[in-house]
């Protein structure tokens, strides 16, 4: 690698282990998914409401809302937080930051989450970018100019003068 110092390899979270966090994250969304959802099924039911058209086509639309929101609240709640990672990221010491190595506000967060959803509906191989980028980026990480690193290599950088 040109130019890059063995520490700054370290640093970055690679293919492998975010593809491991993903799959974390994946379970605890769908398992929440599934929870709410199934909570919200049952509710006319127990509230002895008449399933009218419009109850029933917001029934059948409510798993695509929750598909579609309750990922991008994780994803963008948890990496703007004081933790900067989703759980699946804490897992492996992973966090997420900007270029100066400070944490995301949430509208970053968000929109790193929503270029992710977006570049992985069309091209699901978008992600193996990781794997051959020299900072360990992925599209959406690129595109808003953010880094996944790992958390004691970060403090270590955060110790010098500059960061990234």
């Known amino acids: 690698m040109t130019g890059t110092s063995d520490t700054e390899r370290r640093m970055y979270g690679g293919f492998w282990i975010r593809t491991a966090a993903f799959l974390i994250d994946l379970i605890i969304m769908t398992l929440l998914v599934i929870l709410v959802g199934s909570m919200l099924y049952i509710t006319p039911d127990l509230l002895g409401i008449e399933e009218t058209g419009f109850i029933l086509e917001f029934l059948i639309w409510m798993p695509l809302i929750f598909w579609l929101v309750l990922p991008w609240l994780y994803c963008g709640l948890w990496e703007s937080s004081k933790v900067q990672a989703t759980p699946g990221k804490l897992a492996f010491s992973l966090v997420v930051v900007d270029k100066e190595g400070k944490r995301l506000g949430f509208l970053h967060a968000s929109g790193r ?44 950088y955060n110790q010098q003068s500059s960061f990234l």
Do not use: M, S
Not at 125 to 132: L, S
């Open 113 to 156: 989450y929503w270029i992710k959803a977006i570049t992985f509906t069309f091209i699901h191989i978008i992600y193996i970018v990781v794997a051959f980028t020299p900072k360990k980026q992925g599209v959406h990480d690129l595109c808003t100019n953010t880094f996944v690193v790992h958390k004691k290599e970060l403090q270590r």
